[in-house]
């Protein structure tokens, strides 16, 4: 078998590699639960002038869609498969019932599945990775086990972003599959971003394309930062929430990122207003985001020193790049969890002066998630537009400048970067063994200047008791069960309508119909196994904020799962 596999890597090598110094390197970025509007390019006051010179000149994606939350939607982009074909039917840490022996729910990436860095390095790229994976924890799903020739990652779903900080979530480090210790003067979004530089300069001593995926940890909490750039934003946060979410969906309608009369979501059920929370409070919030902020201010800065890097190399011009977010805005306050808050307690300081530092485990809660996903509704764990549509922007050598309303995927993602690579994927076979073909549909069409056609397609997402159907990227039936919803079908033109606040099912019934019957076969298709009950951390949840739905739905006593 061994020697099969050998040969028939040998060959994929040797029609490919004549070709190599033609085709493009490619640099994969995701930031981790970075909200719709963050970006100064999608509306946000951060300052994030790389990404939005990236987004100046190549195109800026207004409608691309994930799964939502980090494990499914990373799934998809390694695979171009549906994620719950891949082993992430869900993530691994909220499996219930029947899901933990359900093929597609494996907790790690299965092996029906072809990843897009074995079929890159067997057509002669060198595969290059840094950050976050989670998509596994056996060493059979790990990072160099399936495809990426340099490796240095976190396993894990989070881990403190400092190398000092205290290790709650039982977060791991590996470099080429052997166990590490990050150094103490480890910041991460800092060191996956110069550790990536290393492998890529191996890469081009070696004179091959390379395929770069760096899955930065930032912004996810727990929430860290230099204590310089946080300082820089309080000011803007002491403004509040309110403020802060009128304000982007202005600048979005400036920007032609929604319409003139477009009306954004508004602050989530049973949040307080801004003006109804104590001194103490709304100081203690500005500075939660005022640490968010730098996180993504410093993730732009480490762009901005990779783009360098390549054009001090003389390789930009022939480097495809690509940054996007993984999910929508993350809600739920991890430290206020009863399952979780006795073990961040007891290890963290979370008073006003120590946030953001290295001895603190805090996250920005359902209040600035608001923000962060404007002008969308709801969030990180939902299939609502606030919990699936994501930033995403691709520049490179033959890549149009300006913007693409169309509707693409992230499973899209993959087989466009195939494409563009000039690599096929073997169908239903590889290596031997059986694995799924592509779901995802190649949009590289799009990337030319003469653009191209949509074309008629459904977009499907589920999760947690929500679900979703969207049609030619307008029309969209959603389901959202409880907490967030009563379970029951409704419609909207989320062209019109992203924020997803008026029901049209009652003009449109046969359409919303067609919808939901085209949904039950998907679920069918892929194999989707419905969760039995309602998820035992529901998204959104803060023990500060009683009233809104996701704290309402858990005692905050419940024990831990």
Known sequence: MKRAVILLLCGWLGAFTAGAAERPNVVLIVADDLGYSDLGAFGGEIHTPNLDALAARGLQFTQFYTASA????????????????????????TRQGAQHTAHGYEGYLNSSVVTLPELLRAA????????????????????????????????????????????VMGEAYFEDGRPVVPPESFYSTDFFTERLIEYIAESLEAKQPFFAYLAYTAPHWPLHAPPDLIDKYIPVYEQGWDVLRERRAERMRELGLIGPDTRPAARMPGLPAWSELSEAERRYEAKRMAIYAAMVERIDQNVGRLMRFLESRGVASNTIVVFLSDNGAEATEMETVPALAGRIGESSDNSYESIGGPRSFVSYGPGWAGVSAAPLSWHKGVSSEGGIRSPLLIAGPGIAAGRRTHSVTIADLAATILELTGTQHPGTRFAGRPVYPLDGVSFARLLRPEGGDGGSRLVFAESYGSSAVILEGRWKALRLGAPWGDGSWRLYDVQQDPAELRDVSRENGELLGELVRAYESYTRRVGVVPAEREPALPWGYSSRYRQVPASRALPADAPAH
Not at 70 to 93: I, K, W
Request: proline content about 6%.
């Open 70 to 93: 980090c494990s499914p939607s990373r799934a998809m982009l390694m695979t171009g498969v549906d994620n719950h074909r891949t082993g992430f039917g869900t993530l691994a840490e």
């Open 124 to 167: 002669g790229y060198r595969t290059l990775m840094t950050g976050k994976w989670h998509l596994g924890l056996i060493p059979e799903s790990g990072p160099h086990a399936r495809g990426f020739e340099r490796s240095y990652t976190m396993t894990h779903g989070a881990a403190g972003h400092f190398g000092k900080s205290p290790r």
